[in-house]
């Protein structure tokens, strides 16, 4: 199998160069968004400090720039102003929303049918739409509408919405549909004369909609899908023989004539355009779709009698083939699949199939791998793509086999739209999505592929054994004891390793997680978007309240931390960890020069958590500093041991870590040994010397695990390891919270390393 590529030399190396920013990255989510290219955002920029741009109620030549924007875009679809009119909107989203609120079912007879295999944003025209007939309708039963005779005689105006290619797996629809249903109607609804919505957001990111070809009666789209920039901007294409369809309630800005305060009279604006773009439109954001078109065609030249766009497509439909055709080619050992793909077509057509490529991974056995799992491994490995749902539950279910009450069950088990509960009961409960946009190239698929016989494919064994053959090569201990205490003073930076004996406060362990790094704009830093934050290694000195910054290769930063409390003065600001809201204290310019230095980035800034601040974590209630989610997180050696046996592959690592160093992966507070791995798992409370803790659960793992402390490199072990012995399952280690409630900073309680520990499984 090959992949031959539909641009020349000359513009492929054209198109790199706008995305040096990509550097080792792999994009392969240009179905969530695609990419703008660089000198498409220089050029925005230059236009706008060069040009003086009012308010187009303001200014009329704002105003007529913006007409001019309209006519390129239709142009992109091979229509004019005289055959549909353009709505700015916020998006597809918005689009289908205003199409819902205005659309007029004739005093709610007519009936509102919508593909079941939508996104969410069409099903959520059911919460709008003014009538109440409304009914879904199946793949199978949509495309049945090609072959069917209806002759439909009503009068009922009713809408039926559907995507022009599902942003599910990029299986596309024939746009044929659009007339046959218009003149004819669908099967079972006789008395219906039906407009089409079109939801056009996957389909025009990379491919040609042709408007004077395909006429559908409201088209909703969104231009990021195509240009990566501007977000947040959309259109509602209206048919001019649909206009009347549309009753707009709601009014402001320059949307009507005349508009009276004391007395309720007002007339709307003659032109569908002004009566429905309420207030100002986002005219900046509308004037850089020029920049857009001109950055995309000059890339990507018209040749040979094709446009830009029907280029593009037939280079994401050849790159979704050649990833289709490798993903299906991959066997285990034993000669089972690796990918169970989701698709209706075979990628043989491009007229059927989009540039998007769904699958989950399977172990040897037939059993899945987790989805989250997957976008872990990605991430190891500098790939970006996407999995879940993709906001589309019907087709979700279809391709996954879930019945409605499927679906209610793992809602019942606690799994909800975006989280990372991927498996439930072995059954997957979303999937792993690739896709391609106009700069992607047969190297990102290797890449993939690459990642996917690294991680998934399993060589047999050396030998003849089997794992329960495999036997550690330690020994246990007597009895159980805390070997070590480990605090991370600064978020997501190096341990301070305690083998004497550390106080505790009212959040856990005295200064863990108490500062974190932010960058130029607030946002927190962490280990899994820069790995040298591993050799940042704090210590503190208790005696002299002194935090010490060491990173090697730089002098070391001592940190008076009697500076920062509020009877200071000194100005809080806010900051967000973990999707909570922070109070913090910058803790001034010389450390953050410093941090900036160590971590060569410039504009960082260390923060440390207000005294005053109050974070709880949910299922314990009790108050947190900034850690994600718990107190303490309790490590057992004896279960590292254990889970080192399990790995067969430490990747291209020259020796396999030490027991410490695997240790340090997990970033626990509590180090001990038992006798027994795993035993831990069973605990509902555990006691350390005199000190009394309550379990909150199991610590479930991302990719953090897989990066080495000492050196910040990646690897994709033990996280691949933790999935296959798990079922799929992340979890190692678990959560404490100290039952002893401790008031302010100077009730303070100690914990003892050599302390016995003991747990409870009652």
Known sequence: MSFNSQYTTEEAVEIEKEFSRLREKCYLDHAGTTLYAESQVRSVCENLTQNLYCNPHTSRTTEDL?????????????????EYSLVFTAGTTASLKLVAESYDFAESKGSFVYLRDSHTSVLGMRELVNTERIFPIERAELLAQLRANTQSSGEQSSLLVFPAQCNFNGGKYPLELIRKIQTDGISGYEKDRFRVCLDAASFVSTCFLDLSKYKPDYVCLSFYKIFGYPTGLGALLVHHTARDHLLKKYYGGGTVKIAMAGKNYHVKRDSLVERFEDGTIAFTSIIALLNGFQTFERLIPFTAGLRSIERVSRQTFHLARYCYQRLKALRHFNGTDVVKLYHDTDFSDKRLQGGIVNFNILHENGSYVGFAEVSYMASIHNIVL???????????????????DDVLKQFDAGHICGDANDLIEGHPTGSVRVSFGYMSREEDVNRLIEMIEKCYIRKALANGLTRAQIVSKYKSHDQPRLKMICLFPIKSCGAFKVTTRWPLNRRGLKHDREFVIVDENGVALTQKKLTEMCLIRPRINLKTNELTLRHPGMV????????????????????KVCQ?????????DAVAEWISIALQISGLRLLKQ?????????????????????????INQASVRWLADKVSDWDNLYEEPTLGSLVDRFRGNLIIETPQAMEECDWKEVRVGQQAFTVDGPCSRCQMICIDQSSGAKTTEPLRTIAREFKG????????????????????????CNSVVEGLVE
């Open 610 to 634: 207000s005294d005053e601040e109050v974070r709880t974590f949910q299922q314990s209630e009790k108050e947190i500093a900034l850690a994600n989610q718990a107190q303490f997180l309790l």
């Open 729 to 752: 399952k992340m979890r190692f280690g678990i959560y404490l919270s100290h039952m002893n409630r401790l008031r302010d900073s100077s009730d303070e309680q100690w914990l003892f």
């Open 556 to 575: 070391d930063f001592v940190l008076d931390m009697d500076l920062f409390g509020e009877s200071q003065g000194i100005k809080l600001c806010q900051t």
């Open 66 to 82: 913006l007409d001019q924007v309209r006519y390129r875009v239709l142009r992109h679809f091979n229509t004019r102003s005289s």
């Open 386 to 404: 996407r999995t879940g749902c993709f906001c589309n539950p019907g087709a979700c279910q279809r391709h996954l086999q879930l019945s409605d």
């Open 580 to 588: 909570d809201n922070v109070q913090a204290i910058d803790c001034g």
